[in-house]
Nanobody, 119 residues
Framework: QVHLVESGGGSVQPGGSLRLSCAASGSSLNAYRMGWYRQAPGKERELVAHISPGGTPYYADSVKGRFTISRDNSNNTMYLQMNRLKSEDTAVYYC?????????????WGQGTQVTVSS
């Protein structure tokens, strides 16, 4: 059973930066595509980015050029560097341990970490 723990969320002003981490335990995820999703109040959960086992990233258009996804397979950890944050990035961010190339999340979810972008 994979257990995921997200961290790094917080409150920042527009234009600021945050780095989210997703630490996995219970099983190695080196062979799986992992991903970040977010859910804003009143909206459905949406894909933000995913990364293949070899490190190939995919980004939603809304975050392309501002967010960078990465992974450290030796530590079973995935990251999301978020720069030039906007108010519309405000959401609870979740990681998933097994993401299909077309974006469907089939793996375990973490508990989420809140990101609030406000002046």
């Amino acid at each position: 059973q994979v257990h995921l723990v997200e961290s790094g969320g917080g409150s920042v002003q527009p234009g600021g930066s945050l780095r989210l981490s997703c630490a996995a335990s219970g099983s190695s995820l080196n062979a799986y595509r992992m991903g970040w999703y977010r859910q804003a109040p009143g909206k459905e959960r949406e894909l933000v980015a995913h990364i293949s086992p070899g490190g190939t990233p995919y980004y939603a258009d809304s975050v392309k050029g501002r967010f960078t996804i990465s992974r450290d397979n030796s530590n079973n950890t995935m990251y999301l560097q978020m720069n030039r944050l906007k108010s519309e990035d405000t959401a609870v961010y979740y990681c998933n341990s097994n993401v299909r190339s077309w974006g469907r999340a089939d793996g375990s979810w973490g508990q989420g970490t809140q990101v609030t972008v406000s002046s």
